[in-house]
Structure formats: structure tokens, C-alpha cells
């Protein structure tokens, strides 16, 4: 199995930090929020490599970055040659480059390099791997139907299985929330390409996966653990002072 952690993007919603900056190397109290993505991997003994994908103005930060990180699993960076917002791939495209590039045969996971959570992810692969050839998603139960109208929003029915789903509904149907957190068995990898050669939207990962829903199936897996998607200056704000208090009361 590889591992995948999308960092392709501007983050133009988080600007001026994001100004000429990855938002995934954005601190959050101790470390970058890679660092926690990247640690969490490094839990998954089958893994056999991390890939990072980026673009070509943030490829430098990224390769500085590689050098002070030290793991059990070889990790390498992708450049799919963008350099501004305007000619960004998209994440669906970001994923296809990658795996057409790579030549990437074997199951892989998936994760956003602006998500900020706590799950054991062994355990996450273990839940993928017994849905197989399907892929399988997190999902978090945002607690609200007026704060779920940020995410897709995914109904998930006695086999969870994801029986609906909607890229940010005005009317949200639930309160679970699609996280950027995906298991795309090997005999899946092929839909990719089916997705984009369909005409669909490339850009968030939530459309191939409502997509994938209707054509094939996908499974849910439900997050327990805190969840923060940085998204824009508030959900920084919000985990950086969470994990500010995390580290005070560790003091006290």
C-alpha cells in the first residue's frame, strides 16, 4: 500500500499566510500539520512509501522540509508543474497525475494535507481493506446541520455503505461530514480516469467520491476522534487554540 497526501493546492481562503506559502506547513502548536499526517502513517507497517504531491512554486518548501524529516517509510514529493491558482489541476487530476506518473499499482490511502486528525488510521486501513474492491471514506458527524452545509455530507445506511451524498447541500440530510480521508483499493484506481474522462468536476475529492457512490460503492468509516479541516483563517485559529490548551495543560 502507498500513501498519498494532497498538498497541490494555494490555499487561497487562508491568505496572507498562505501567500507564497503551503498551507500544510502552516504550524499548529508543536509541529506542522503534516507532521502530524505524516506521524500517523508511519504507524501503518504495511505502508511501503509516502507520497507528497505539490506544486511547482511550493516544491522547494516541501523539498527543505523532507530533509529534517526522518520515519520508518521512504517519503517522496511529486511536482505536477502548476504554479498559480489559476492553473491548478485540482485534486481529482492531482491524484490521476500521480498514479499514471508513479505508475501506482497497489491499494492506496489517501489524505488531505490540510486535515488535522486523531484516528489511529491502522485502524481506518483495516476497515478499507475488508470493503475491498471498495473504496472506503472517512466520515465525522459535525454535530449541526447548519455547520454541515461547509462539507459534503454523506448518509451512510445499515452496512455503511454511503447511500447519499451531496457536495455542501444548502439542506444538508445529515450531520456527517466527508472527510479528506480515502482508501482506494488497487482494483479501484482505474475509476479515476473513468471519472475524468466522464467530464465531471475535477477539483474537490467529494464529487469523484458522490460520483463513485452512484456508479460503484463506497463505504464510510466514522471518525470518533477530533477532526480539524483548515479550510480558511477560523479553522486555523480554532486548532491552533486547541492545541494550545493541549500543550498548557501538559505543563501544569
Known amino acids: 500500500m502507498d500513501a498519498l497526501i494532497l ?4 490555499a487561497t481562503r487562508l491568505y496572507p499566510l498562505t501567500k507564497g ?33 505539490t506544486n511547482h512554486t511550493f516544491m522547494g518548501h516541501f523539498a527543505r522540509w523532507k530533509k ?6 521512504p ?15 485540482g485534486a481529482i487530476r492531482d491524484m490521476d497525475f500521480f498514479i499514471h506518473e508513479k505508475k501506482i499499482a ?5 489524505v488531505g494535507g490540510d486535515n488535522l486528525f486523531e484516528c489511529d488510521l491502522r485502524n481506518f486501513v483495516v476497515q478499507g481493506e ?37 457536495e455542501k447541500p ?11 480521508l480515502y482508501y482506494f483499493p488497487k482494483e479501484s484506481i482505474s ?30 468509516y466514522l471518525v470518533d476522534a477530533k477532526w480539524f479541516d483548515i479550510g480558511d483563517l477560523s479553522a486555523y485559529k480554532e486548532a491552533r487554540l486547541e492545541y494550545g490548551r493541549r500543550k498548557n495543560k501538559k505543563k501544569e
Open 130 to 166: 475488508s470493503h475491498k474492491p471498495y473504496p472506503t471514506m472517512g466520515v465525522y458527524d459535525v454535530g449541526s446541520r447548519k455547520k454541515a452545509k461547509q462539507f459534503g455530507v454523506v448518509t451512510l445506511d445499515s452496512k455503511g455503505r454511503v447511500a447519499h451524498f451531496v
Open 68 to 73: 529534517s524529516h526522518a520515519g520508518r517509510h
Open 191 to 220: 475509476w479515476i480516469r473513468r471519472y475524468l474522462d466522464s467530464g465531471e468536476n475535477a477539483d474537490a475529492p467529494g464529487h469523484y467520491l458522490s460520483w463513485l457512490a452512484r456508479e460503484e460503492a463506497v463505504y464510510g
Open 106 to 110: 497497489n491499494d492506496l490511502l489517501v
Open 21 to 53: 506559502f503551503p498551507k500544510p506547513l502552516l504550524r499548529v502548536g508543536s509541529k506542522t500539520i503534516i507532521d502530524y499526517i505524516v506521524e500517523n502513517l508511519h504507524r501503518i507497517e504495511r505502508l511501503k512509501r509516502i507520497w507528497v504531491i
Open 170 to 180: 444548502v439542506r444538508p440530510h445529515s450531520t456527517l461530514a466527508a472527510m479528506c
Open 75 to 89: 517519503l517522496e514529493i511529486v511536482n505536477d508543474g502548476t504554479t498559480s491558482p489559476e492553473s491548478r489541476l
Open 7 to 10: 498538498a497541490a493546492g494555494y
